[in-house]
């Protein structure tokens, strides 16, 4: 999906940031340029999407009501990630937080969950290897 097609079907512009520390070479973020729902990110290498990023509300603003399709959203708490994917899900425990992981069988795409203290702080969608990144672009 491009830029121009993902705009179409939000029904709204993007903002993309090409030069922010989320960005480098082929890789850009965007989010909608009209306010609506500034907590989601669109993660796009060589003008393709190939990510999206749901993250807990920073300033002020209400937390996203994006849901995964299992119903999984911000707030969600990790016991219900885990029932909602049972085996399928990966668990990466790290010092502050956890990543709960849930790939397609070929590896190729799908969900990671961001925990802190139980409840998902946030969550992303995507293809391989862009998935995978921590910060933005890297």
């Known amino acids: ?4 097609q993902i705009e179409r079907s ?3 512009a993007l903002a993309v940031y090409p030069d922010s520390y989320l960005s480098y070479d082929d890789c850009e973020t965007a989010q909608r340029k009209d306010g ?19 993250y807990a509300p920073r300033h002020g603003h ?3 009501e994006i849901r995964s399709t299992m119903g999984i959203g911000l707030g ?19 010092a502050d937080f956890d990543l709960l992981k849930v790939l397609e069988p070929a590896k190729q795409a799908g969900l990671i969950f961001e ?10 969608s995507g293809l ?3 998935i995978e990144y921590s910060e933005g672009c890297e």
């Open 76 to 94: 969600t708490t990790e016991e219900t990630v885990k029932l909602a994917f049972g085996k399928s899900l990966d668990v990466e425990p790290h």
């Open 115 to 124: 925990t802190v203290d139980g409840k998902v702080d946030s969550f992303r």
């Open 128 to 130: 391989e290897p862009s």
């Open 10 to 12: 939000l029904g709204a």
């Open 62 to 64: 209400p937390a996203s």
């Open 36 to 54: 609506r729902d500034p907590d989601l990110w669109f993660m796009l290498e060589k003008h393709k999407l190939t990510r999206i990023d749901i």
């Open 1 to 4: 999906m491009t830029k121009k």
